[in-house]
T-cell receptor, first 112, second 115 residues
Framework: QQPVQSPQAVILREGEDAVINCSSSKALYSVHWYRQKHGEAPVFLMILLKGGEQKGHEKISASFNEKKQQSSLYLTASQLSYSGTYFCGTPPRGAGSYQLTFGKGTKLSVIP | NAGVTQTPKFQVLKTGQSMTLQCAQDMNHEYMSWYRQDPGMGLRLIHYSVGAGITDQGEVPNGYNVSRSTTEDFPLRLLSAAPSQTSVYFC??????????????FGPGTRLTVL
């Protein structure tokens, strides 16, 4: 079942903060975050695992609330380069799953 | 390393035609997958493979075939193209350990239009 992302779109001025949420009706084992710039491929941001472990390449802050079955991505002091569509993905069958189900995305636009 | 490569970048087909979208990776990843992306729908998994000779269906497999004869290549075949298959197709690869735990590397995509 597809995770639900909110908001669908957000417009920020440079330097402002934003929070993107990803929630699931099923228990979450992990949440994956990707960013896709217009006309490009999705690029990995981070994975948050049950138990608190995080794995990522960028200095992006995120949280994973197992009880609420929700993850949030925190974009602080936004830069123009943060613009793009953010997707969260979750393994539908938990640990050992070979599939990811992605949300519909949150479009973030950062303006000068 | 080239990473994940896809060909062609753009393709226009007529209804009923068949074609193969190519995907290759040079990172020795066991796991490879195909997604389609439609406006407002996110990324939907078509097929995936956990190694040479092993493939399985994802969320939206109908109308598509795959095979995996080598670790490097994972072609996607459209048997009889339909307008509903107009989409952007992304190939991705990852280390197998567990897709739940590992990042996927995406190719640049193939934009397919079926008339």
């Amino acid at each position: 079942q597809q995770p639900v992302q909110s908001p669908q779109a957000v417009i920020l001025r440079e330097g402002e903060d934003a929070v993107i949420n990803c929630s699931s009706s099923k228990a979450l084992y992990s949440v994956h975050w990707y960013r896709q710039k217009h006309g490009e491929a999705p690029v990995f941001l981070m994975i948050l695992l049950k138990g608190g472990e995080q794995k990522g390449h960028e200095k992006i802050s995120a949280s994973f609330n197992e009880k609420k079955q929700q993850s949030s991505l925190y974009l602080t002091a936004s830069q123009l380069s943060y613009s793009g569509t953010y997707f969260c993905g979750t393994p539908p069958r938990g640990a050992g799953s070979y599939q990811l189900t992605f949300g519909k995305g949150t479009k973030l636009s950062v303006i000068p | 390393n080239a990473g994940v490569t896809q060909t062609p970048k753009f393709q226009v087909l007529k209804t009923g035609q068949s074609m193969t979208l190519q995907c290759a990776q040079d990172m020795n990843h066991e796991y490879m997958s195909w997604y389609r992306q439609d406006p407002g729908m996110g990324l939907r998994l078509i097929h995936y493979s956990v190694g040479a000779g092993i493939t399985d269906q994802g969320e939206v497999p109908n109308g598509y075939n795959v095979s995996r004869s080598t670790t490097e290549d994972f072609p996607l075949r459209l048997l009889s193209a339909a307008p509903s298959q107009t989409s952007v197709y992304f190939c991705a690869s990852s280390y197998l350990q567990s897709i739940s735990y590992n990042e996927q590397f995406f190719g640049p995509g193939t934009r397919l239009t079926v008339l």
